[in-house]
């Protein structure tokens, strides 16, 4: 079955930086969309960064200059590197994969940071 692994969020300070890690199994990971959604506690979850199969990324307003998706097709592995993180990141972060209509998720990894 699919697996999307999370990991790498963590605490850090205003200004910080972390990577996170998503670990694709179960799917043929070069023809998904990777996304990386967020939600914060009593928000909508909420698109943060996308990477399509040709490496095309689009990112929120939010994070745009801050934060780089990019993917690595041979480890099925894509990333999230955050710099300058402020305390409104402070949130889940999830892994999504799609691929022709179809979705998955992963279990999340929680991110906060501190003032």
């Known amino acids: 079955q699919v697996q999307l692994v999370e990991s790498g969020g963590g605490l850090v300070q205003a200004g910080g930086s972390l990577r996170l890690s998503c670990v694709a199994s179960g799917l043929i990971f070069s023809a998904n969309t990777m996304s990386w959604f967020r939600q914060a506690p009593g928000k909508q979850r909420e698109l943060v960064a996308t990477i399509t199969s040709g490496s095309i990324t689009i990112y929120a307003d939010s994070v745009k200059g801050r934060f780089t998706i990019s993917r690595d097709n041979a480890k099925n592995t894509v990333f999230l590197q955050m710099d300058s993180l402020k305390p409104e990141d402070t949130a889940v972060y999830y892994c999504?994969?799609?691929?022709?209509?179809?979705?998955?998720w992963g279990q999340g990894t929680q991110v906060t940071v501190s003032s």
């Open positions: 999504n994969a799609r691929f022709s209509g179809v979705s998955y």
